[in-house]
């Protein structure tokens, strides 16, 4: 049975919140990790601009500081969004990351983009798992010595809630692992959006794209692999992903992809279980939540720790005038409160995989700070 430590966000006078995080992480046993010399991955959200449920970087920054004393080499570190947005590539993304806080004027470490300029800076893993063979990891994750992830715990319109897990595993990936865990299928080109730059015939590792007559992108699906190094490129949304892949096996994937991020390596886990969104901190902007907040949460299996976090939420009374509390009257499953927020989607089955291939335990004892 693993340990998961938990502390509310009752303070007292001399005690803040970032205080009881320290306690927690401690109480946790994260000091345990030799951080001497060690370059130190700490995987956190920087928030799409326009949302405000991501965690504040007050906490990054007593993290920091506190591995920093251990002698780590930490860096806060996240991967490109395969969407179009402001986290597609690495120059808006430190500046989105810098607009939410997340800089050296805060947080007394460096920003690195995991994957890179353009997502193309990753490291292949051989995992030969049930799904994915390999697993494309942003280079700054995978070259990492030890992987400490902060998570805001929240609902997910794909697998159910984000947790350490999808923290871990989707937000590792390069933009080429993204479309692996969301697709079956190759991506496709939108050629009224083309503008003929060429970055994804310079690019395609398969040869598998040119400029037809009209100088526009076009894909032999003969060569392509379904790689999405060429939707990690476009800057102008015409190589797009084909979202197609069932919530279930999209879940196992990012068990799989985890697997890759923290194999062979030193890890631990924090999950905020506050402003608890219906949705991912990747939309610019955030519902209300759905739930009161409840607490932080510490752990070294990060299953066990989805899974303590999920059973919290789902214990704790719904707000009324969220998004769940409009539709009590409809007898909508509270009980599970994911699966009634979307309910095409079954996170029990990312757990369950994440178990199988050895990633944690779903069985915890939830100790008290």
């Not at 591995?67 to 993304?93: E, I, P, W």
Request: proline content about 4%.
């Amino acid at each position: 049975m693993s340990k998961v430590y938990f502390t509310d966000l009752r303070t007292k006078p001399g005690r803040s919140l970032p205080d009881k995080m320290e306690i927690l992480v401690k109480k946790a046993g994260i000091e345990k990790i030799d951080f001497a010399n060690k370059f130190t991955a700490i995987k956190i959200h920087f928030g799409e601009p326009g949302n405000l449920a991501y965690i504040r970087h007050n906490y990054a920054a007593r993290l920091v500081k506190l591995l920093q004393s251990k002698g780590a080499k930490a860096f806060l570190t996240d991967s490109n969004t395969l969407y179009m947005g402001k986290r597609s590539n690495a120059v808006d993304h430190l500046q989105s990351a810098c607009e939410n806080g997340f800089n050296q004027s805060s947080v007394p470490c460096p920003v690195i983009i995991a994957d890179g300029l353009k997502s193309v800076d990753y490291r292949e893993i051989t995992i030969d798992a049930e799904y994915c063979k390999t697993a494309k990891i942003g280079a700054a994750i995978a070259d990492a010595d030890v992987v400490i992830s902060m998570t805001h715990f929240k609902g997910h319109e794909q697998t159910g809630f984000g947790g350490a897990l999808k923290n871990l595993g989707m937000g590792s990936a390069s933009a080429a692992g993204k479309l692996e865990m969301h697709s079956t299928s190759q991506p496709i080109i939108a050629k009224h959006k083309c503008t003929s730059c060429g970055q994804c015939v310079k690019y395609c590792a398969s040869y598998a794209i040119t400029l037809d007559q009209e100088r526009k992108a076009e894909i032999d699906y003969s060569k392509c692999v379904g790689c999405g190094q060429c939707v990690a490129i476009c800057q102008f949304d015409s190589a797009r992903a084909v979202w197609n892949s069932s919530s279930d096996i999209t879940c196992c994937k990012i068990a799989e992809y985890t697997l890759a991020v923290v194999r062979d390596k030193a890890n631990f886990h924090i999950s905020f279980i506050m402003d608890v969104s219906p949705e991912c901190d990747c939309w610019g902007h955030n519902d209300m939540p759905v739930t009161p907040n409840i607490g932080i949460a510490a752990s070294f299996d990060p299953v066990a720790l989805d899974r303590a976090c999920a059973d919290l939420v789902n214990k704790a009374p719904v707000i009324a005038n969220s998004c769940l509390g409009e539709h009590q009257h409809n007898n909508l499953p509270h009980d599970d409160k994911f699966n009634a927020m979307h309910p095409n989607t079954h996170w029990q089955t990312g757990l369950e995989h994440a178990e199988k291939i050895g990633l944690g335990q779903q069985e915890y004892e939830l100790i008290s700070v």
